[in-house]
């Protein structure tokens, strides 16, 4: 049986068993990886995942179940989700789910290229890019390449029915190096929907020379400066720091920093930031959400206005809205096992006219942060962290590498203290988003 | 075929395919997950899955694959496939290093004393709903409240091509609280979770309307919190946070695989000192009960307890079977994997500072200007540089020994091969939670412990 028609069975199956509405999801995903360890390819892996994801509403209550047998019955899994929707209250804020509606046609979601790879054009991709990361000092290089190719499946009681396809392709690379019993690192990663989408050999390149760099990271100090942040800390800010506290989930709870915010002023005039979930080649970018509406664009941030919140169907019908199509499954969108929830898509920044350079230069003595690990408290809006990767910036220029050295600002001021923008947009994984500069950013270092 | 039989049989196909080594994890997983917001049902989901993990070792490189299709055809079909990614895995390995087993298969049924099977699904959610009243009637101000009640039951078997057969069934609990609290304007989270391997009683003496009160309790202590202060403090740690703190300034970087990858600050450092005298840092998945507790890991071998760093010494690395072979050590159990989806690395499992001398008001003495913190929100670590941080719920600002001023949302920071030798007290009152932890996309439940210690020369990130 095709996947579709076990979600369109298993459908029917709970609301004969009694649910008032329900939905399935379904996945096929089969994912290639194979690692790198110290310069020798030591491990692959083929992981096909298939099964389906069930859920079942009672008088609002929210039962889930999932199967990895499609020649199972069923009924089974239906009935398990429909008695666990009966053993929780009532909800009157659940309205409906979904209904039927047309799908987006994106284009760059597919490359046949991702889903024809073999286990050996991975290892010999591999050992191609390996030699570029070798350089004096260098002491272990690492990578990981991951092809991957899925479909998804939905269908519900009010008759949605969709079915989706596409590819992506995972790089990361992971250098050490050694000066003694002084060690340094520095790592690269990203994903496209397209082979050619990533710059491998520029990446590995940059993570060697980095690793090689960082010998020579000294302490910075504790201070308040303005700060460039460029490259992956720009997710922490606009992915993790933005689009996640527009969580309509969040926000109709009071759970976010920007909870009493909308419609409100937030941020410097230039600002606008969008969650387009139906961009061309965009890495989270799809046909449908986890619940099948289709995906869309969503208007989040603009003249510094909070404008959109980030809906699936449970909280648009709550709050009385269509919903943006962001509906999500905890564990991410190829997994069937999670509960329905809601994630940004693609986040879009609109960029500046900046150069990093200028910004660098402007600065004059700071700090260029590039990453952290770190992400926001959504409740109260604390940015908190330890820059991964990070540079002292002295007489307007990038000057040494930094260590144990943590910076901290509350979202709020930052999105107000953005004094520039840059004009060239960084893409990482599902963010394009522009350098900034922040002024007043609090520095706390060992020296 | 008997799924056992199945994964035997599975064995013998990839040694008849010309594997030096192989085996094969039978997992199947069953449960529950009842999540409770604000007074609805967010989720009720029941759990029951069942996987055969396949693993092949081909000169040096290894070939992963699972299948939850349990017939002979299936299972044939995913052998051939570990092999052949084994083989071109392995094409350029060097290093030809045999595995070595030389442990006896194991085997253990935990059974929980108060099973959650007797309780209905709906006395499961009204406990969710009982936490989070719990919650809202302790004080108005708590305004959002979240409730995770999950039950799971883990059945293992392991068979491998050195003869190893071990099974394990394992029941775990956990119980989780969050709370959000908001007046004038500020809204703080609190957040508190118990559980571990076994039964009810694993929530025992702190059920769960304690963990619940404890959640709101933290986060109307919260509302009075101001920005912590930014520099490099002495800090007295609560066990909670020190747990958290050996975790990641020490653990990760004593896993083998990423000594074996060039990855880690305490490569070649087995038998020197790293830290003060004070300082014990043990691994034991044998401690019953805990959240962490591995009687068996998930390559079969039987886990025991490891001393990592003793008197200041580092002792031991943490091993699975490929790394304990490559560095001539006996294997510890370490090697364990997230599901039957996942291939097993080496991770921990209870992860403490053992018991010191000091009793935890003299941590405090003498501190002219310190900070104790409390409760832990997550932590990293960067294993080759060495560098680490992990975020606390609480700090307090410490000044001639007692305590002042409440902070909030303070990262600490410091470096894997100075901070246990600035460790300088270390208290006895040890004690352990829940937590998982996560490493190559894959989360295994771990415990962490430890008694109050006091830590010098940390840097806290904070407000100027």
């Given at each position: 049986m095709q996947l579709l028609d076990v979600c369109r069975r298993a459908v029917e199956e709970a609301v004969r068993a009694g649910a008032d509405a329900s939905d399935a999801y379904g996945v096929e995903a089969n994912i290639l990886k194979v690692v790198l360890e110290k310069g020798v390819v030591k491990r692959a892996s083929a992981t096909h995942d298939v099964g389906f994801g069930i859920r079942a509403v009672v008088r609002g209550s929210q039962g889930y179940s999932y199967s990895?047998?499609?020649?199972?019955?069923?009924r089974e899994v239906a009935v398990k989700a429909f008695r666990a929707a009966r053993a929780g209250p009532p909800d009157p804020?659940?309205?409906s789910l979904p209904t039927p509606s047309s799908y987006p046609s994106i284009s760059?979601?597919?490359?046949s290229k991702i889903a024809s790879m073999g286990v050996e054009d991975l290892v010999d991709l591999c050992y191609s890019l390996v030699d570029l990361a070798k350089?004096?000092?260098?002491?272990s290089i690492n990578m990981s390449v991951e092809a991957v190719e899925f479909k998804r499946f939905v269908a519900n009681s009010n008759g949605v029915e969709g079915v989706d396809e596409g590819t992506l392709f995972a790089f990361e690379v992971y250098v050490t190096a050694r000066d003694g019993i002084n060690m340094a690192s520095s790592s690269e990663a990203n994903a496209s929907r397209?082979?050619?989408?990533?710059?491998l050999q520029g990446m590995t390149l940059k993570a060697s020379e980095e690793a090689v760099k960082y010998l020579n990271a000294k302490s910075y100090k504790s201070c308040t400066a303005s700060v460039v942040f460029s490259d992956r800390v720009l997710a922490t800010i606009?992915?993790?720091?933005?689009a996640s506290a527009l969580n309509a989930d969040l926000v109709q709870r009071g759970r976010s920093y920007l909870a009493e915010k909308?419609?409100?002023?937030?941020?410097?005039?230039?600002l606008t930031v969008v969650d387009d979930g139906?961009?061309?080649?965009?890495?989270?970018?799809?046909?449908?959400d986890c619940e099948g509406t289709p995906r869309g664009r969503t208007l989040l941030i603009d003249g510094g206005f909070v404008r959109g919140l980030l809906h699936n169907s449970y909280t648009s019908g709550k709050a009385g809205v269509k919903s943006t199509g962001n509906a999500s499954r905890v564990g991410g969108d190829?997994?069937?096992?999670g509960r329905i929830a809601i994630s940004p898509s693609n986040v879009v920044v609109e960029g500046g006219d900046w150069s990093l350079e200028e910004m660098i230069e402007e600065v004059k003595v700071g700090v260029l942060v590039e990453d952290t690990d770190d992400s926001p408290n959504?409740?109260?809006g604390d940015l908190s962290a330890m820059m991964t990767k990070g540079y002292a910036i002295e007489g307007g220029e990038v000057k040494y590498p930094i260590k144990q050295t943590l910076f901290a600002i509350n979202m709020l001021d930052l999105l107000r203290k953005i004094r520039a923008l840059g004009k060239r947009r960084v893409k990482r994984f599902g963010l394009e988003a522009p350098p900034i500069m922040v002024s007043d950013v609090s520095i706390a270092s060992k020296a | 075929m008997d799924p056992r039989d199945l994964a035997r049989r599975a064995v013998e196909i990839c040694i008849e395919l010309g594997a030096e080594f192989a085996d094969a994890r039978l997992l199947s997983h069953s449960g529950l997950r009842v999540e409770v917001a604000d007074g609805r049902v967010r989720e009720v989901k029941s759990m029951d899955e069942v996987g055969l993990a396949l693993r092949c070792f081909v000169g040096g490189g290894w070939g992963f694959t699972s299948t939850s299709i349990l017939m002979l055809d299936e299972v044939e079909r995913a052998c051939r496939e570990a092999f052949k990614l084994a083989k071109a895995a392995g094409q350029?390995?060097?290093?030809?290093a045999s595995l070595k087993c030389e442990c006896r298969g194991f085997s253990i049924h935990v059974k929980p004393?108060?099973?959650?099977?007797?309780?209905s699904v709906e006395e499961k959610v009204e406990m969710c709903l009982g936490m989070e009243r719990e919650m809202r009637e302790l004080?108005?101000?708590?305004r959002s409240t979240s409730s995770v009640y999950l039950e799971a039951r883990e059945e293992l078997f392991v068979v491998n091509s050195l003869g190893l057969e071990s099974t394990a069934i394992m029941p775990t609990l956990l119980v989780v609280a969050s709370a959000y609290a908001s007046e004038a304007g500020v809204t703080q989270r609190g957040y508190e979770s118990n559980g571990g391997v076994g039964?009810?009683?694993?929530?025992?003496?702190?059920?769960p309307k304690a963990v619940a009160r404890d959640a709101a309790q933290e986060a109307l202590e919260l509302l009075k919190a101001k920005s912590p202060p930014a520099g490099k403090f002495t800090c007295i740690l609560d066990p909670e946070l020190a747990g958290v703190f050996i975790h990641e300034a020490f653990g990760h970087a004593c896993e083998a695989d990423i000594v074996l990858s060039g990855g880690?600050?305490?490569?070649?450092?087995?038998?020197?000192?790293?830290?003060?005298?004070e300082v014990v840092v043990k691994d034991d998945p044998?401690?019953?009960?805990?959240?962490?507790?591995?009687?068996?890991d998930s390559e079969g071998v039987e886990g025991r307890g490891t001393t990592i760093v003793e008197m200041g010494t580092l002792k031991s690395y943490l091993h699975s079977l490929e790394t304990s072979s490559r560095m001539s050590a006996k294997p510890?159990?370490?090697?364990?994997?997230?599901?039957?989806?996942n291939a097993p690395i080496v991770r921990m499992t209870n992860t403490f500072i053992d018991r010191g001398s000091w009793k935890v008001e003299e941590l405090f003495e003498g501190v002219e200007r310190g900070v104790y913190a409390k409760g832990s929100s997550y932590g990293y670590v960067d294993t080759a540089k060495g560098e680490f941080v992990f975020k606390c719920s609480r700090l307090y600002i410490v000044e001639r020994g007692e305590l002042k001023q409440l902070c909030r949302d303070a990262a600490l920071s410091g470096f894997t091969l100075e901070v246990l030798r600035n460790v300088d007290a270390v208290a006895g009152d040890l004690s352990f939670k829940p937590g998982l932890c996560g490493k190559e996309g894959q989360w295994v439940r771990v415990s962490t412990g430890s008694p109050h210690i006091r830590v010098r020369d940390v840097v806290i990130g904070g407000m100027l």
């Amino acid at each position: 049986m095709q996947l579709l028609d076990v979600c369109r069975r298993a459908v029917e199956e709970a609301v004969r068993a009694g649910a008032d509405a329900s939905d399935a999801y379904g996945v096929e995903a089969n994912i290639l990886k194979v690692v790198l360890e110290k310069g020798v390819v030591k491990r692959a892996s083929a992981t096909h995942d298939v099964g389906f994801g069930i859920r079942a509403v009672v008088r609002g209550s929210q039962g889930y179940s999932y199967s990895t047998r499609l020649n199972a019955d069923p009924r089974e899994v239906a009935v398990k989700a429909f008695r666990a929707a009966r053993a929780g209250p009532p909800d009157p804020d659940f309205k409906s789910l979904p209904t039927p509606s047309s799908y987006p046609s994106i284009s760059g979601l597919y490359d046949s290229k991702i889903a024809s790879m073999g286990v050996e054009d991975l290892v010999d991709l591999c050992y191609s890019l390996v030699d570029l990361a070798k350089r004096d000092k260098v002491y272990s290089i690492n990578m990981s390449v991951e092809a991957v190719e899925f479909k998804r499946f939905v269908a519900n009681s009010n008759g949605v029915e969709g079915v989706d396809e596409g590819t992506l392709f995972a790089f990361e690379v992971y250098v050490t190096a050694r000066d003694g019993i002084n060690m340094a690192s520095s790592s690269e990663a990203n994903a496209s929907r397209f082979y050619g989408g990533l710059d491998l050999q520029g990446m590995t390149l940059k993570a060697s020379e980095e690793a090689v760099k960082y010998l020579n990271a000294k302490s910075y100090k504790s201070c308040t400066a303005s700060v460039v942040f460029s490259d992956r800390v720009l997710a922490t800010i606009f992915i993790d720091g933005v689009a996640s506290a527009l969580n309509a989930d969040l926000v109709q709870r009071g759970r976010s920093y920007l909870a009493e915010k909308v419609g409100e002023k937030v941020a410097v005039e230039k600002l606008t930031v969008v969650d387009d979930g139906a961009r061309a080649g965009g890495l989270l970018s799809m046909k449908f959400d986890c619940e099948g509406t289709p995906r869309g664009r969503t208007l989040l941030i603009d003249g510094g206005f909070v404008r959109g919140l980030l809906h699936n169907s449970y909280t648009s019908g709550k709050a009385g809205v269509k919903s943006t199509g962001n509906a999500s499954r905890v564990g991410g969108d190829l997994d069937f096992r999670g509960r329905i929830a809601i994630s940004p898509s693609n986040v879009v920044v609109e960029g500046g006219d900046w150069s990093l350079e200028e910004m660098i230069e402007e600065v004059k003595v700071g700090v260029l942060v590039e990453d952290t690990d770190d992400s926001p408290n959504i409740a109260t809006g604390d940015l908190s962290a330890m820059m991964t990767k990070g540079y002292a910036i002295e007489g307007g220029e990038v000057k040494y590498p930094i260590k144990q050295t943590l910076f901290a600002i509350n979202m709020l001021d930052l999105l107000r203290k953005i004094r520039a923008l840059g004009k060239r947009r960084v893409k990482r994984f599902g963010l394009e988003a522009p350098p900034i500069m922040v002024s007043d950013v609090s520095i706390a270092s060992k020296a | 075929m008997d799924p056992r039989d199945l994964a035997r049989r599975a064995v013998e196909i990839c040694i008849e395919l010309g594997a030096e080594f192989a085996d094969a994890r039978l997992l199947s997983h069953s449960g529950l997950r009842v999540e409770v917001a604000d007074g609805r049902v967010r989720e009720v989901k029941s759990m029951d899955e069942v996987g055969l993990a396949l693993r092949c070792f081909v000169g040096g490189g290894w070939g992963f694959t699972s299948t939850s299709i349990l017939m002979l055809d299936e299972v044939e079909r995913a052998c051939r496939e570990a092999f052949k990614l084994a083989k071109a895995a392995g094409q350029r390995v060097e290093e030809k290093a045999s595995l070595k087993c030389e442990c006896r298969g194991f085997s253990i049924h935990v059974k929980p004393r108060v099973d959650p099977l007797n309780l209905s699904v709906e006395e499961k959610v009204e406990m969710c709903l009982g936490m989070e009243r719990e919650m809202r009637e302790l004080d108005s101000r708590v305004r959002s409240t979240s409730s995770v009640y999950l039950e799971a039951r883990e059945e293992l078997f392991v068979v491998n091509s050195l003869g190893l057969e071990s099974t394990a069934i394992m029941p775990t609990l956990l119980v989780v609280a969050s709370a959000y609290a908001s007046e004038a304007g500020v809204t703080q989270r609190g957040y508190e979770s118990n559980g571990g391997v076994g039964g009810l009683e694993v929530l025992e003496p702190k059920g769960p309307k304690a963990v619940a009160r404890d959640a709101a309790q933290e986060a109307l202590e919260l509302l009075k919190a101001k920005s912590p202060p930014a520099g490099k403090f002495t800090c007295i740690l609560d066990p909670e946070l020190a747990g958290v703190f050996i975790h990641e300034a020490f653990g990760h970087a004593c896993e083998a695989d990423i000594v074996l990858s060039g990855g880690s600050i305490l490569e070649g450092m087995i038998g020197k000192s790293v830290g003060s005298r004070e300082v014990v840092v043990k691994d034991d998945p044998t401690l019953k009960g805990l959240f962490g507790y591995t009687p068996v890991d998930s390559e079969g071998v039987e886990g025991r307890g490891t001393t990592i760093v003793e008197m200041g010494t580092l002792k031991s690395y943490l091993h699975s079977l490929e790394t304990s072979s490559r560095m001539s050590a006996k294997p510890t159990g370490n090697g364990r994997a997230q599901g039957y989806m996942n291939a097993p690395i080496v991770r921990m499992t209870n992860t403490f500072i053992d018991r010191g001398s000091w009793k935890v008001e003299e941590l405090f003495e003498g501190v002219e200007r310190g900070v104790y913190a409390k409760g832990s929100s997550y932590g990293y670590v960067d294993t080759a540089k060495g560098e680490f941080v992990f975020k606390c719920s609480r700090l307090y600002i410490v000044e001639r020994g007692e305590l002042k001023q409440l902070c909030r949302d303070a990262a600490l920071s410091g470096f894997t091969l100075e901070v246990l030798r600035n460790v300088d007290a270390v208290a006895g009152d040890l004690s352990f939670k829940p937590g998982l932890c996560g490493k190559e996309g894959q989360w295994v439940r771990v415990s962490t412990g430890s008694p109050h210690i006091r830590v010098r020369d940390v840097v806290i990130g904070g407000m100027l």
